[in-house]
Structure formats: structure tokens, C-alpha cells
């Protein structure tokens, strides 16, 4: 069920909207820590997506925080937002459980870059959130913590593996959150849940103090309610960083700055692509209905066929097996307690040649210069579906409990348009594009260039100024 947004309750309100907010002194910053609080108490039981929340250290936070703001002192755009993040992401001192049993009690030695610079910023931290066990999942199931469930309707899945990311920013619990993507885990639930997610170009956020699940194919991004929302939390994250070796010394730009520069005269590529995953006319309807939307705001749509994906999905398993098995060796020898899929996807890592490994690196650039020639000689950016089938249901996607054929394909086949764009390293972006008929949010993606998510920030941002999918809430 949904209803449109209104401006009685902070916690409905956008990111930027509170952090402008905020700036001006129309609401505090405690105001707006409340608020959020007040929405986990209500859709915490309903989504099980906290796993961790520090309601004290948030509400000391924010009045600090305005405190700031009461000397003239402001940090940054998000100064005094409340947010909270994937349980990936170390604080030095706290726990930090990659959604695992193994890391339950494990104490974090160092912080991640990513939530230095957001401390910098001025953001206020709620907690930390449900994730699949160390983001070896697309779906959002989890035994050890309990399985998030969707905002939308409880028995459906959030999409994986940055599940709590997903349903807390679209129960409108927080504002914005941190997920990281390896096969599609912040697009994934952006599309299951309704909400905004990025996967900036490889190398464009820094990974310093996150868990790895790939270390060659892991992105770091943000999942918000609005795309002028994410472009603002981009920012705020991307550069270089040198504890990174992979991050790009490339400029930041302010991605906000452009995103009302509006899509006429842009070209985007227009992709169903049936010939590579099935997509189901309910998804096929909301993404040619978003394309529509496009070409009426002054955009041209070329039709575009995407190269078969099959070797970028297989080159994606073999570097996500091998490093997964190799950063989880010694837990696996000494008997750790991983869900059965789990380690049966890690085991398979052990079992496969070094050569191959090898191959699947070396490949990756003619990979992209592929995609390009074949998908964007003539576009400037392409767009898909995200998930070509309607959300599922919890039951259904059970690996864990009934892993049988029909279960397995169904799960492969969800990161089927998502998991290719890890092994390019291009941007890509979510967005809510409709519902299907039980309710329930679908998504496409925009594909850009190397570097370029500010061009998608513009085409993103002006379809929701032409829609209100984005503004729909669940109830």
C-alpha cells in the first residue's frame, strides 16, 4: 500500500528539503533525529531493518550539531541529517558484523573513509543495518540476523545485499543510507523498495574500511528517497583516497549542481533485453512508459541491442568466487559458522585455476571497450530494467530453506542486467520507474560512461520532476 507524502511529519520529508531545512533554522537537527526515531519505532518490527541503533549517541550528535549551526558554524549541505548505513562500514571501537555470526562481537580497529568524511560533513548517525551475510546475497535473506522484509508488502524480499539500506530509506526511516554493490546489492533494493541508488564508476568512492566481498568488483554508493538526494550524498563521499590504491584521482564534481540541467537534446539508449534475461510485461510496460516520459521532456531514444552478457557474468563469478574464498580462508578452515549457500558459494572459489582467475582480470577492459563500441557510440547513456521480473517473495527466494532448480534460477536471474556492470566498473544508477499489480516498486537502470554520474543525475532527476513514483510512501 502507498500514500503520497506531506509535509506534517519531518521524517517524510527529502534530504535536501531537511537539510536546507536545517541550515535555515526552520527545524533543528534534534527535530529531525526525533522524527526519524520515531518511524524506526513504528516500521523497525515490520522490516527488521536495524541491526544496531544508537538513539542516544544520535540525539548528542544532533544537538551538537546544532549547536554548530547556533555559532554561524555549518559543515556541509547534509550538516546535521540523520542517516544510518549498511553494517559494513567500521567505526573504530564498535562492533561491526558484516551481517554475519562470525563477526557478532568483532570491534573495529580503524573508520571507514566513507564515515569519516560524512562525520565531517555534519551527518548524524542512527545505527547500522541489515545486510546479507558478508553481502554474499541478492535477495536480503539472512539466518543469523533475521531476513529483512520490504516496506512495501512484509512478505516480499528488499533485494540484497544492502537489504536494511533499501527498506529503511524507503519506510522513510532514514533519509539516506550507505550500501555497496558487487553484482547489484545497492541497485537491487533500490528497485525492490522504491528508492534512489548508485553505483558510481569503480574507483570513484573510496573502499577504505569496508568489508570486502570482491575487492575488484566491490562499489560503494548511496541509497536515498530523491536522485537530487543521492547527488548531494555522492559528493559528499567520492575522491580519492589513499587508502585506496583503486581510487581516481579525477576531480569531484558537485553532482547536485547540474541535475536541473534538464535531458533535451541528450540521446539515451532504450534496452528490453529479452534476448539476455527474460523481462516480464509488467516491467517492460513501467520502463517503456519511463522512456516515453524521457522523450517527451526532449530527450531522443534510440533503440540500442546490448552485447550478450554471458561472458561478463561468468568473468563476474570467477573474481567473486576467488577472492571471496580467498579473504574467508581461514574462518572456512577453521569451521566458522556461514549459512550452507554461503559457503557453498565461497568453497567454489578454491576449485577454480588461478589461470582463469587470471583471464576474467585481464579481460575486463576489453569488456568495456566492447560495451561501449556495441551499446553507446551514439547514445549518451542507456537504460534497462534493473530487476526484469516482478519482486518476489521471501518464501520463494529461500535458498537457504528450499534450494531447489526453480529457487536457484530465480535468484540468479534477478542480478542478471545488474551483476555485467560490476565487471565494466561503469556508473549506473536505480530509480523507481512504477509498481507492479501487487503494489509492489519496479525500478530501471541508467548506464552511463566512466565518470559520468552527473549525466545521469540529470536524466534521473528530471524524470521525477515529470513523475511521482519517488513520492509515493508505505504504509
Not at 542516544?56 to 550528535?61: D, G
Not at 536522485?227 to 569531484?252: F, M, Q, W
Not at 582467475?357 to 553507446?376: E, G, K, Q
Not at 532448480?405 to 530465480?410: D, E, G, I, K
Request: proline share 6%; hydrophobic share 40%.
Amino acid at each position: 500500500m502507498a500514500r503520497s507524502m506531506n509535509g506534517d511529519d519531518l521524517a517524510l520529508r527529502d534530504l535536501c528539503e531537511v537539510a536546507d531545512d536545517i541550515a535555515a533554522r526552520r527545524i533543528t537537527s534534534v527535530q529531525a533525529t526525533e522524527a526519524c526515531l520515531a518511524r524506526i519505532a513504528d516500521w523497525q518490527p515490520r522490516t527488521n531493518a536495524f541491526l544496531r541503533l544508537h538513539a542516544k549517541k544520535a540525539l548528542a550528535r544532533a544537538h551538537a550539531m546544532d549547536g554548530e549551526l547556533a555559532t554561524g558554524s555549518r559543515r556541509s549541505p547534509l550538516h546535521g541529517v540523520p542517516m544510518a548505513h549498511k553494517d559494513m562500514y567500521y567505526r573504530i571501537g564498535e562492533n561491526s558484523t558484516g551481517g554475519s555470526a562470525i563477526r557478532r562481537d568483532w570491534v573495529a580497529s580503524t573508520t571507514a573513509t566513507v564515515l569519516r568524511k560524512l562525520d565531517a560533513a555534519g551527518v548524524v548517525e542512527l545505527g547500522f543495518l541489515s545486510m546479507a551475510e558478508f553481502a554474499a546475497g541478492p535477495t536480503g535473506h539472512n539466518i543469523h540476523h533475521g531476513h529483512c522484509r520490504n516496506p512495501w508488502d512484509g512478505q516480499r524480499i528488499t533485494g540484497g545485499s544492502s537489504s536494511g539500506s533499501g527498506a529503511s530509506v524507503a519506510a522513510r526511516m532514514v533519509y539516506g543510507a550507505l550500501g555497496s554493490d558487487t553484482g547489484g546489492s545497492i541497485r537491487l533494493p533500490a528497485s525492490a523498495c522504491g528508492v534512489v541508488g548508485m553505483k558510481a564508476t569503480y574507483g570513484r568512492v573510496s573502499r577504505a574500511g569496508a568489508l570486502a566481498r570482491s575487492w575488484t568488483l566491490d562499489h560503494v554508493g548511496p541509497l536515498t528517497r530523491t536522485v537530487r538526494d543521492n547527488a548531494r550524498l555522492l559528493t559528499a563521499i567520492a575522491g580519492h583516497d589513499p587508502n585506496d590504491s583503486t581510487t581516481s584521482e579525477k576531480p569531484v564534481l558537485d553532482y547536485e549542481a547540474s541535475v536541473e540541467d534538464g535531458v533535451r537534446g541528450l540521446k539515451v539508449g532504450f534496452s528490453l533485453p529479452d534476448a539476455l534475461v527474460p523481462v516480464d510485461p509488467q516491467v517492460a510496460t513501467a520502463v517503456q512508459t519511463a522512456a516515453d516520459t524521457l522523450e517527451s521532456l526532449g530527450a531522443a531514444i534510440v533503440p540500442v541491442k546490448l552485447p550478450d552478457f554471458t561472458a561478463l557474468y561468468r568473468a563476474a563469478e570467477v573474481i567473486v568466487k576467488c577472492e571471496a574464498a580467498a579473504m574467508h580462508r581461514p574462518w572456512m578452515e577453521a569451521d566458522a559458522p556461514y549459512a550452507n549457500q554461503v559457503r557453498t558459494r565461497m568453497d567454489a572459489g578454491f576449485f577454480i585455476p588461478a589461470t582463469q582467475y587470471i583471464d576474467a582480470l585481464r579481460l575486463r577492459a576489453h569488456f568495456v571497450s566492447d560495451f561501449l563500441a556495441a551499446a553507446m557510440t551514439d547514445v549518451d547513456a542507456v537504460m534497462l530494467p534493473t530487476i526484469p521480473f516482478p519482486v518476489p517473495t521471501i518464501e520463494e527466494t529461500d535458498v537457504e530453506a528450499s534450494g531447489g532448480p526453480a529457487t536457484l534460477s530465480m535468484v540468479a536471474r534477478f542480478t542478471g542486467l545488474t551483476r555485467p556492470f560490476n565487471t565494466l566498473g561503469l556508473p549506473v544508477l536505480s530509480i523507481p520507474c512504477g509498481f507492479d499489480a501487487s503494489g509492489v516498486p519496479i525500478g530501471l537502470q541508467l548506464v552511463g560512461r566512466p565518470f559520468d554520474e552527473a549525466l545521469l543525475y540529470r536524466i534521473g532527476h528530471a524524470y521525477q520532476r515529470a513523475t511521482d513514483h519517488h513520492r509515493k510512501v508505505p504504509v
